[in-house]
């Protein structure tokens, strides 16, 4: 492996404490990992050059929330919400039947195809979920096969109860806690649970967590997405990693949230593709949470696998600034994953940089649905 300098960046996010960014700066690279930050006038030696010719570079964007182990597709559902329907939990049942169906060869092509995508568009950490498979055998099967493409994987036995337990939630509650845990808790460094109406209910939703915490899995929660419950109350009453959807929350779950370690984690592919109110990124920054902003990237909710476009989306509809909702994509991604070396471009960082065919970072707003990604570096 080289070293690679990356040089006359004109406008360099690096979220450096004392100097978050840097006009016509450089930055070295080594076996992946930041080595050197600095002034263009000043640059090391390196094997590799890039010359930036005055475009903007900002931190691999941190997708903290993705569903990527899945067959098929559901246009039909998205066309008719279009057409006025409301978006309910239930579909996850088509593509559960269609993942179950599907072999493994076809479901890892399906999602690198993916991660793909996402590196195209500046994304170079991701976190995959199961919750399409539903049995022992399909979730463990989906987190193995995540396990390929990210380390960030999530257990989501508990997406919703499929449809050989409908007449016995609680059962399925059983053996998500117990046999699927306990066959998926390997392949695992989260658990997850979608906490809704149509889903888990709050106290099934503390039962799983407790149970992968127990396993030595770290928390995450579905909660918010359909309407207010106990279940962000709970994400922070249990230490969650972070809490995602929050298209509805009370004052009390924002102020929860505020004095928590608890990420918000917002996805506005969802209210964009389910046409739900945009929740607002401004109300959680000023009480003082943590915002992540992520895509949810799933065949159901949000088939969108673009960071660039949340980041647009919660520009345009959720009253954050160019500048908040990049550092939601980057650093706020990586809280929502505890991580401290992606997200950033300070010495040490292994999240590599996007360089962007823009002058400034604002761009990615500024000129939304562009393709502005030149090269992922690092
Ligand atoms: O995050 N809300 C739960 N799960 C996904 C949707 C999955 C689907 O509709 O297939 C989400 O929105
Ligand atoms: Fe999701």
Redesign the pocket.
């Known amino acids: 492996m080289t070293s690679t300098l990356v040089t006359s960046i004109g406008e360099l996010t690096t979220w450096e404490p004392d100097r978050p960014v840097r006009h016509d700066a450089a930055i070295v690279f080594d076996q992946g990992a930041v080595v050197w930050v600095g002034d263009a006038a000043d640059v090391p030696p390196a094997d590799l050059r890039i010359d930036a010719a005055g475009r903007a570079a900002v931190p691999g964007f941190v997708d903290s ?1 993705s ?1 990527l182990i ?1 067959a098929g597709d ?1 246009a039909d559902e998205f066309e008719a919400r279009m057409a006025g329907q409301k ?1 309910e ?1 239930g ?2 049942r088509r ?1 559960v039947r269609l993942t179950r169906e599907a072999d493994d060869a076809t479901l890892l092509a399906n999602a690198r195809a993916i991660v793909d995508e996402m590196r195209r568009q500046g994304t170079t950490t991701v976190e995959i979920k199961s ?2 498979g539903l049995t022992v055998h399909d979730e463990q099967r989906a987190l193995r096969l995540a396990r390929e493409l990210t380390p960030e994987t999530t257990f989501l036995g508990a ?1 919703v109860v499929p449809v050989e337990f409908a007449d016995d939630p609680d059962g399925y509650v059983d053996l998500v806690t117990g046999e699927m845990l306990d066959a998926c808790a390997p392949f695992a460094h989260w658990i997850d649970v ?1 906490c ?1 109406a149509g ?1 888990f209910t709050v106290e099934q939703s503390r039962r799983i967590l407790e149970a992968g915490a127990a396993r030595g899995l770290g928390l995450r929660l ?1 909660a918010g ?1 359909l309407g207010e419950s106990g279940g962000v109350q709970l994400a922070v009453e249990l230490d969650a990693a972070s809490v ?2 929050g298209t509805f929350l009370s004052d009390a779950d924002v102020d929860a949230l505020a004095g928590s370690q608890t990420v918000a984690t917002l ?1 506005p592919g ?1 209210e964009f593709s389910t046409r739900q109110p945009y929740p607002s990124g401004r109300r959680l920054l000023d009480a003082g949470a943590t915002v992540a902003l992520a895509t ?1 990237c ?5 088939f969108t696998s673009s960071i660039p476009f949340c980041i647009a989306l919660a520009v345009r509809e959720m009253g954050m600034t160019p500048r908040e909702a990049l550092h939601a994509a980057t650093v706020g991604g990586a809280r929502a994953l505890r991580r401290d070396d992606v997200g950033h471009l300070r010495v040490g960082a292994t999240g590599g940089l996007a360089l962007l065919d823009a002058p400034s970072a604002s761009h990615l707003a500024y000129r939304p649905g562009v393709p502005l990604v030149r090269q992922v570096v690092g």
Do not use: C, K, M, W
Not at 298 to 302: E, I, K, L, M, V
């Open positions: 929330h569903h899945f559901r978006y939990a579909g996850i593509t919750g399409y997406h979608f809704e889903a579905h997405q995602d959807h996805l969802v949810d799933n065949p159901g909710s949000s």
